[in-house]
C-alpha cells in the first residue's frame, strides 16, 4: 500500500510555470507506474501525464505535450509535474495516482492522493 501527498499547487497568471510534487510513504515505490490527472469544476476526471516505474517511459495528453514534464526520484519516493506556458484551461484540481500498471486510465489506479489546486488567470 502507498499513501501520496500532493504539493505545489497555486494561483498564478497565463505564462506562468509551476512544479508539482507528490510525495509517497509506503513501501516499494519503485514498483508503481504513476500518474497525474485533474479535475475541473464540473467536468470529469481526466489523465495528464504517466510515468513508468523506473522512468523510462512516460506518456501525455495532447492538451499538454510540449509544456509539462513528468520525472521522479525513486530514492525520494517523489513524482513531479513541471507545468510551464499554463493557460486558464489548465486550472483544475490535480491528483497523483500509482499502481502496478502503466495506465492512461483513471479507474485503473489503486492509490490517490488528496489533490492540489491549480488556477490560472488570464
Known amino acids: 500500500q502507498v499513501q501520496l501527498v500532493e504539493s505545489g499547487g497555486g494561483l498564478v497568471q497565463a505564462g506562468d510555470s509551476l512544479r508539482l510534487s507528490c510525495a509517497a510513504s509506503g513501501r516499494n515505490f519503485s514498483t508503481y507506474a504513476m500518474g497525474w490527472f485533474r479535475q475541473a469544476p464540473g467536468k470529469e476526471r481526466e489523465f495528464v501525464a504517466v510515468i513508468s516505474r523506473r522512468g523510462g517511459s512516460t506518456d501525455y495528453t495532447d492538451s499538454v505535450k510540449g509544456r509539462f514534464t513528468i520525472s521522479r526520484d525513486n530514492g525520494k519516493n517523489t513524482v513531479y509535474l513541471q507545468m510551464n506556458s499554463l493557460k486558464p484551461d489548465d486550472t483544475a484540481v490535480y491528483y497523483c495516482?500509482?499502481?502496478?500498471?502503466?495506465?492512461?486510465?483513471?479507474?485503473?489506479?489503486?492509490?490517490w492522493g488528496q489533490g492540489t489546486q491549480v488556477t490560472v488567470s488570464s
Open positions: 495516482a500509482a499502481d502496478k500498471d502503466y495506465s492512461r486510465t483513471y479507474t485503473r489506479y489503486a492509490y
